[in-house]
C-alpha cells in the first residue's frame, strides 16, 4: 500500500460526531495521489504524520487539485530513534550524496549538514545550491516515507566546516572521521554514554589536516575506522547505523 508523510499542518482533518474523518490533501499530496499513484474511489492509501500516527485513507473523492478521504483506521508508530544523531558531510562529486542522504534517513538520522571543505569538488551558484537543497529534502522526504518514521530528516543549507562544528559543539558525543587518526571509532565509543552525537565526514579524499585541527579546537576528535579506506558515500551510513546500534536504536 503506498504511504505519504505529511506534517499535520499540511492536512484538513474534518471531524464530525459519529463520523469518520475526512481527510483532504491538496496541491503535491493530491497530484500524487490522483497522477502519481492513479488511485481513485474506493482505492486506499497511507498517510504518516509527524505526530506518530499512521492513518489508513480510503480515497472518497478527486476533484481537481483536491482529494477527499475518509480515514479508515490509525495507529501510533514509534519509529523515530531516541539518539539524537547528526551527520555533517563534506560535498562529493556527483550524486552520492543522494545516496547518503536516502541511507541516513532511513536509518534514523535527526540531520544532515553538507558541508563545503578543501577538497569538496562542486562550487556551486546559488540558483544550483537551491536546486541541489530542494532535490536532497524531497530524497529524505521520499526515504522517510519508505520506512515509516514519523519526521522527516532535516537537510540544513550548505555551510562551512567550521561553522558547522561550531553549531554542534554541545553534543555528548563529537567526531569526525580522518583515516590518517591513531585513534579508533570503537574505542572512543565503546562505554561511553550519550543521547546526542555528531559525526562529520569528507567528501572524496577525505579532510585535509586543517580541517582536523578545525574540528579539534571545537571538541570533535578524529578517528579511524580501521585499516580499510571506506568510500565516502560509505562512511555516514556504516557509521550511523554502528551508534543507531550501540544506542539500542535498531
Known amino acids: 500500500m503506498p504511504r505519504i508523510f505529511l506534517p499535520v499542518s499540511e492536512f484538513a482533518c474534518d471531524r464530525r460526531s459519529g463520523e469518520d474523518d475526512n481527510i483532504r490533501l491538496r496541491d503535491e499530496a493530491a497530484r500524487r495521489v490522483a497522477r502519481v499513484w492513479r488511485l481513485g474511489p474506493g482505492d486506499r492509501f497511507l498517510l504518516l504524520d509527524d505526530c506518530e500516527t499512521e492513518r489508513e485513507i480510503e480515497v472518497l473523492s478527486i476533484d481537481g487539485h483536491e482529494v477527499i478521504g475518509r480515514s479508515v483506521q490509525s495507529r501510533s508508530v514509534a519509529a523515530e530513534p531516541s539518539l539524537q544523531l547528526t551527520v555533517l558531510h563534506g560535498v562529493p562529486k556527483g550524486h552520492k550524496l543522494d545516496t547518503v542522504i536516502q541511507k541516513c534517513a532511513e536509518l534514523g538520522v535527526r540531520e544532515l549538514v553538507p558541508i563545503l571543505t578543501d577538497r569538496a569538488v562542486p562550487r556551486l551558484d546559488d540558483l544550483r545550491r537551491e536546486r541541489r537543497l530542494a532535490r536532497w529534502r524531497k530524497i529524505s522526504r521520499q526515504a522517510t516515507e519508505q520506512c515509516g518514521r514519523?519526521?522527516?530528516?532535516?537537510?540544513?543549507?550548505?555551510?562551512?566546516?567550521?561553522?558547522?562544528?561550531?553549531?554542534?559543539?554541545?553534543?555528548?558525543?563529537?567526531?569526525?572521521?580522518?583515516?590518517?587518526?591513531?585513534?579508533?571509532?570503537?574505542?572512543?565509543?565503546?562505554?561511553?554514554?550519550?543521547?546526542?552525537?555528531?559525526?562529520?565526514?569528507?567528501?572524496?579524499?577525505?579532510?585535509?589536516?586543517?580541517?582536523?585541527?578545525?574540528a579539534a579546537e571545537h571538541g570533535f576528535p578524529a578517528v579511524s575506522m580501521g585499516p580499510r579506506i571506506l568510500r565516502t558515500e560509505t562512511v555516514a551510513p556504516t557509521v550511523a547505523g554502528i551508534l543507531m546500534y550501540v544506542h539500542g536504536d535498531l
Do not use: N
Not at 202 to 212: I, K, L, Y
Open 150 to 214: 514519523a519526521s522527516v530528516m532535516d537537510v540544513s543549507e550548505t555551510c562551512s566546516l567550521r561553522d558547522a562544528v561550531a553549531a554542534h559543539r554541545c553534543a555528548d558525543l563529537k567526531l569526525v572521521l580522518y583515516e590518517g587518526s591513531a585513534d579508533g571509532f570503537r574505542h572512543r565509543v565503546e562505554g561511553t554514554e550519550f543521547s546526542s552525537a555528531v559525526i562529520a565526514v569528507g567528501p572524496e579524499g577525505g579532510f585535509t589536516r586543517h580541517e582536523v585541527d578545525v
